[in-house]
């Protein structure tokens, strides 16, 4: 009986990302109402850097980054979050990739994300929420110097449903669409307050 369990086959990690987005373009073809930006890439931590569902138990041992056996991103935190920026502020704004060669009317703003924390947080066995911990710099000029125009930290949690991967994951995007909106109301407000020339 005990070769049989040879046989099985291992359990497969189940893949998850933010789900599909807006499924449906508005028709349009005026300027976005927003100033133009230009998305860095997002740099994150080395913990950060795979495609690992990571928690951490805050009762018992919140030093340690533990990730979930069974459950894999579909790209790296940073890679997802950038992915989430680009269509949530592409709304109402033309954004640009750095390397991407398009030069706009205005010296355009470049926005910086560093992701230091991106987990499902156990404050109890049953009780967690998904913790979204970055910085975001805002520069302005060229690639080699910019001029910094503003910098500011978000820290942003969203409990979870279930005390698992699953939940986790559903914490984890929630924070992220929630730390996005912050993002965008702040940039909003360095351009108010005379952020661009």
């Not at 398009?102 to 703003?109: G, L, T």
């Not at 910094?148 to 914490?171: K, N, T, W, Y």
């Amino acid at each position: 009986m005990g070769g049989c369990t040879a046989l099985q086959p291992k359990p497969r990690a189940t893949v998850y990302d933010f789900g599909p987005g807006p499924v449906a373009t508005v028709a349009s073809t005026r300027m976005a109402p927003l100033p133009t930006l230009v998305l860095a890439d997002t740099e994150a931590s080395a913990a950060l850097d795979s495609t690992a569902v990571l928690y951490r138990l805050a009762y018992s041992d919140a030093q340690q980054l533990r990730p979930y056996a069974l459950a894999r991103w579909s790209m790296t935190p940073a890679q997802l979050l950038r992915q989430r920026l680009r269509e949530q502020l592409g709304q109402r704004r033309a954004v640009l990739n750095a390397a991407q060669g398009v030069v706009a009317d205005k010296p355009a703003m470049v926005l910086h994300l560093e992701l230091d924390e991106f987990s499902q947080l156990f404050e109890t066995a049953q009780q967690s929420s998904g913790l979204v911990r970055l910085r975001a710099t805002l520069g302005q000029g060229g690639q080699g110097s910019q001029r910094l125009v503003a910098q500011r930290s978000f820290i942003v949690q969203r409990p979870a449903a279930s005390a698992d991967a699953e939940g986790g994951v559903r914490a984890l995007a929630a924070a992220t669409d929630a730390v996005i909106a912050e993002i965008a109301q702040w940039l909003q407000q360095v351009e108010g307050a005379g952020g661009m020339p």
